[in-house]
Nanobody, 119 residues
């Protein structure tokens, strides 16, 4: 079981920055991958950025060069630094943890944090 608690959402003007944090209830060394997803009104949830236990990262094309995912293993926390924000980045952002084992895999989700970008 992994409990995820997000923080750092809020309102910002276009061009601004925000940093999201996601604290996990157990060592992220025991988690195969962590990531951030977002869901805008009327749209499906989509991957924003992910990082594996081996530190490989993956970004959605829409955020490449603007967002950066990172981890603090000592704090069991994953961050999403968001720069040059655009109104189309407005969404609820969800933290995800994926644990893979002999049974297959399990996804855990945080409750989400709202990011609003105004023009």
């Amino acid at each position: 079981q992994v409990r995820l608690v997000e923080s750092g959402g809020g309102s910002v003007q276009a061009g601004g920055s925000l940093r999201l944090s996601c604290a996990a209830s157990r060592s992220i060394f025991s988690i195969n991958a962590m990531g951030w997803y977002r869901q805008a009104p009327g749209k499906q949830r989509e991957l924003v950025a992910a990082v594996t236990r081996g530190s490989s990262t993956n970004y959605a094309d829409a955020v490449k060069g603007r967002f950066a995912i990172s981890t603090d293993n000592a704090k069991n926390t994953v961050y999403l630094q968001m720069n040059s924000l655009k109104p189309e980045d407005t969404a609820v952002y969800y933290c995800n943890a994926r644990v893979v084992g002999a049974w297959g895999g399990t996804d855990y989700w945080g409750e989400g944090t709202l990011v609003t970008v105004s023009s």
